[in-house]
C-alpha cells in the first residue's frame, strides 16, 4: 500500500481548521502555511510526524510556498488570495501538484476576468463592462450610460463579504467621488443592477478524473454585506433547485482542477438566474454540510484532491440553517452567550474558531441547526438570531416568522388545506382542529379547479419545494380538485367529499375515488376532514417520528375512552346506561 499523500494547505484560518477535522478521521496528513504559531487550523491538528512543525510565514511569500512544496505531494487553498504565478510554477517544475489549477484560481481572482471569461462560455450573469485605470468621474457616467442606474462599482481583485462593492445611485460628482474614494486606487469594472429577489449558493465538488457533484442549493442571507444565515435546502418552484444545480455544475465545469467550489447566483423576479461569482475552495454557504449532510463540503474537497471516492452530497434531514456567529467588539463575552445560547436548542451544534481576537463583524464561528421540518427548523433559528448582539425584529421576523396568530395559516407548513369553495369551509375546520391538537403547522387557502386553474396548478406544482409533505383537498359536486392537484405533485394528496345540496356527496366521493391509473388520490368519508387531518399526520409520523407517536398515544385515548364506556355499561346496565349516560 502506497503511504498517504501530505496535503499543503495555504492559509490557516476557519477553513483550514474544518479541513482538518476529516483529514484527522482520514488519516491524511496535512501541513499549514501561515503566519502565526496557534492560527486557527494549526490549533486543531498536529503536523506530520516526520515534521517539525506547521509552517510560520504569509501564504503569498514565494520562498514560503517553495518550502512547502517540498515537503507536501498536494498543495491546495483555504483562500484564493495567493501568489498563482508561484503556484504555477511549483506545478511545472515539479516541486508539488497543485489543486485547484493555479489558472483557475488566477482567473477567479480577478472578478472582471472571471465574470468575462463565463459569460464567453454562455454562463449567464448580470451585465457588466470594464473601467479604465484611475477612473474618471466621466469615466464612471459613461459606464453608467450603458448599463444604467443603480449600477454597483466593484474591485476586481481582494475584494470579499463586501468589502470591494460600492453602490452607485446616482451620477453626481458626491456620489461618484465617494464611491471612488471608497474603493481605492485598485482596478475597477462595473456592474449593471440584478434587483434579485434572493441570493442562492450551490457547493460543487469536482475530482481529477472529471467527476462532478453538487450539494442541495440554498438560500443565502446577507446583512450590510455580510453572508448571516443560510437556509437548506433552497425552496422556491418545483425546479428551482435543480436548475440553481445544473448552472453551478455547468460553470465548475468551465474551470480546470479539483477540489470544491461555492458557486453564488442571483434569483431574478422572473424566476432566471444570474452567476454572481465562484470560490475555489471551500465556502461559508457550505458549513452547514458538516451537519447536515452525508459528506461535508471540507471532506469532500480532500477526497476530491486525492483521487478518492467522492462521497454523497445528499442532506441527512429534511431542513437545515447555518448562522454565523460575528464579533460586535473586542470583547469575547457576546461569542460566549451566543454560544451558550445555541447549546440549549435542540439539533444545534456550535463551532468556534479559535480566533483569540474578536472585532466588529469578524467571523468568530458558526451554528448548524438541524431539524425535522422547515417549522422545527423556523422555531430554533428564532432563538439562536434573537442571541445576537444586533438582533432586530424587523430583520429576523423575514427570516424566521413569528408563530401566526388563531385562524391564520403557518408561513413554514407541513400540511395543506385547500377547498374549492368558502362554502366548503365549515367541513374543513373539523381538520384544522385536529392538527391544531397535534401541534402540526398547516396553511388554508382557497384555490378552485374551475375558476383558478392556474392558482391550484401553481399551488401543487410548488407546494413540496415549499416544505408542505401533504395535502387536504375539499370538493363537492364534480369534486376535480383533490384529483387535479395529485396530478400536478408528487405529495399524498387526501380528498375531503363535500355533501353538496343534492346527492348527499356521493357524487363527489365517486369522483375523487376514480382516479385514473397512475394518479394516486386519497379519499376519507363524506364531510370527514377529522379522518383526512389524522391521515396526514400518520403520513407525517412516517419520516418524523414524534408524530407517530402522537398518533399513537391517540388511538390509545380513544381505546380508553371505549374501555370507560364498557365498564359504566357493565356497571349500570344498558337501561341506565340509556337513561344516565345517552340522553345526557
Not at 441527512?316 to 454565523?324: D, E, G, I, L
Amino acid at each position: 500500500m502506497a503511504p498517504q499523500k501530505t496535503v499543503g494547505i495555504l492559509g490557516g484560518g476557519q477553513l483550514g481548521r474544518m479541513l482538518t477535522h476529516p483529514a484527522a478521521l482520514l488519516g491524511i496528513p496535512l501541513l499549514i502555511l501561515d503566519s502565526g504559531l496557534y492560527t486557527p487550523a494549526k490549533q486543531t491538528l498536529l503536523p506530520p510526524e516526520d515534521h517539525s512543525g506547521h509552517l510560520d510565514g504569509p501564504f503569498t511569500s514565494e520562498s514560503h510556498i517553495r518550502d512547502l512544496a517540498k515537503k507536501c505531494d498536494i498543495l491546495t487553498v483555504e483562500i484564493e488570495h495567493v501568489n498563482a504565478d508561484v503556484l504555477e510554477a511549483v506545478e511545472k517544475e515539479g516541486l508539488c501538484e497543485v489543486q485547484p489549477s493555479p489558472s483557475t484560481i488566477r482567473l477567479i481572482q480577478d472578478k472582471y476576468q472571471q465574470k468575462k471569461y463565463l459569460s464567453e462560455k454562455g454562463i449567464p450573469v448580470a451585465p457588466f463592462d470594464e473601467l479604465p485605470l484611475n477612473p474618471t468621474e466621466q469615466d464612471v457616467k459613461a459606464i453608467v450610460g450603458k448599463l444604467g442606474l443603480p449600477v454597483m462599482l466593484k474591485a476586481k481583485t481582494l475584494a470579499y463579504d463586501g468589502r470591494g462593492n460600492s453602490p452607485l445611485q446616482s451620477t453626481s460628482s458626491e456620489d461618484i467621488n465617494k464611491s471612488l474614494e471608497f474603493l481605492g486606487d485598485r482596478p475597477l469594472y462595473a456592474e449593471g443592477w440584478a434587483p434579485f429577489v434572493k441570493e442562492v449558493a450551490v457547493m460543487v465538488v469536482r475530482n481529477k478524473e472529471g467527476q462532478v457533484k453538487s450539494y442541495d442549493a440554498v438560500e443565502t442571507i446577507h446583512r450590510e454585506s455580510i453572508l448571516r444565515v443560510c437556509l437548506a435546502p433552497l425552496r422556491g418552484e418545483r425546479d428551482l433547485n435543480h436548475r440553481a444545480r445544473e448552472l453551478a455544475e455547468k460553470a465548475v465545469g468551465h474551470l480546470e482542477g479539483a477540489g470544491i467550489f461555492g458557486v453564488e447566483m442571483f434569483l431574478m423576479p422572473d424566476g432566471s438566474l444570474f452567476l454572481n461569482e465562484i470560490a475555489p475552495r471551500p465556502h461559508n454557504s457550505g458549513h452547514h454540510t458538516i451537519e447536515a449532510c452525508h459528506t461535508s463540503q471540507f471532506e469532500n474537497h480532500l477526497r476530491a484532491i486525492l483521487s478518492l471516492p467522492l462521497g454523497s452530497t445528499e442532506l441527512r434531514v429534511p431542513s437545515a440553517a447555518m448562522v454565523n456567529i460575528l464579533g460586535s467588539s473586542s470583547s469575547m463575552e457576546p461569542i460566549e452567550s451566543m454560544r451558550d445560547n445555541a447549546l440549549t436548542v435542540p439539533g444545534a451544534a456550535v463551532h468556534l474558531y479559535g480566533k483569540k481576537e474578536s472585532r466588529k463583524a469578524r467571523k468568530m464561528g458558526h451554528i448548524t441547526l438541524t431539524a425535522q421540518s422547515d417549522a422545527e427548523l423556523n422555531e430554533y433559528l428564532r432563538t439562536v438570531l434573537f442571541a445576537q448582539p444586533d438582533a432586530a425584529d424587523e430583520w429576523i421576523d423575514k427570516i424566521a416568522p413569528p408563530p401566526p396568530s388563531q385562524s391564520h395559516s403557518h408561513k413554514k407548513p407541513l400540511v395543506g388545506i385547500i377547498m374549492g369553495s368558502d362554502s366548503d369551509l365549515p367541513v374543513m375546520l373539523p381538520a384544522t382542529k385536529i392538527l391544531d391538537q397535534f401541534g402540526i403547522p398547516y396553511e388554508l387557502t382557497i384555490t378552485s379547479a374551475h375558476r383558478t386553474p392556474e392558482r391550484m396548478v401553481k399551488y401543487a406544482k410548488s407546494a413540496a419545494h415549499r416544505g408542505l409533505r401533504a395535502i387536504i383537498a375539499g370538493a363537492g359536486g364534480a369534486a376535480h380538485l383533490p384529483g387535479m392537484v395529485a396530478s400536478e405533485t408528487s405529495l399524498p394528496v387526501i380528498g375531503v367529499p363535500v355533501k353538496a345540496s343534492v346527492l348527499d356527496g356521493v357524487d363527489s366521493l365517486y369522483s375523487i375515488v376514480q382516479m385514473p391509473r397512475g394518479i394516486p388520490c386519497a379519499t376519507v368519508g363524506i364531510n370527514n376532514s377529522t379522518n383526512a387531518a389524522l391521515l396526514a399526520i400518520r403520513i407525517l409520523g412516517t419520516s418524523i417520528p414524534n408524530y407517530q407517536l402522537a398518533t399513537e398515544e391517540y388511538s390509545r385515548k380513544l381505546e380508553n375512552e371505549v374501555l370507560d364506556k364498557c365498564d359504566k355499561l357493565e356497571e349500570i346496565g344498558w337501561e341506565g346506561y340509556v337513561k344516565d349516560v345517552l340522553k345526557k
